[in-house]
């Protein structure tokens, strides 16, 4: 069964840090472009941050860059999220998703393109 299940969420003040962890089961990670959303209530679901299989780029919204970074971790089957500089507008549901690639294929994007999901991870950023 494959699976992608995401961990490191909770509240933490305006200025702080998490890290995302998503880790997957059943399929090779290295595999697959991975990419970071996030859901505020009343909002619809935004592209964050995305890994390329393709060379390993990376790609951020412009409202995390410079906070975000993602990054994965072949011997741990994991991805991961690290935010620093947290606001309060980043406060949402985060997911990681996942779709396979060939070798050369296309660079990730930020686009609903991906046909994995996980469950998701409440982050909540507030004093």
């Known amino acids: 069964q494959l699976q992608l299940v995401e961990s490191g969420g909770g509240l933490v003040q305006p200025g702080g840090s998490l890290r995302l962890s998503c880790a997957a089961s059943?399929?090779?990670?290295?595999?697959?472009?991975i990419g970071w959303f996030r859901q505020a209530p009343g909002k619809e679901r935004e592209g964050v941050s995305c890994?390329?299989?393709?060379?390993?780029?990376?790609f951020y919204a412009d409202s995390v860059k410079g906070r975000f970074t993602i990054s994965r971790n072949d011997a741990k089957n994991t991805a991961y999220l690290q935010m620093n500089s947290l606001k309060p507008e980043d406060t949402a549901i985060y997911y990681c998703?996942?779709?396979?690639?060939?070798?050369?294929?296309?660079?990730?994007?930020?686009?609903?393109?991906?046909?994995?999901w996980g469950q998701g991870t409440q982050v909540t950023v507030s004093s």
């Open positions: 998703a996942a779709v396979r690639v060939v070798v050369g294929g296309q660079l990730c994007n930020l686009r609903n393109t991906y046909n994995y």
């Open positions: 059943g399929f090779t990670l290295d595999y697959y472009n």
């Open positions: 890994f390329s299989r393709r060379g390993g780029s990376t």
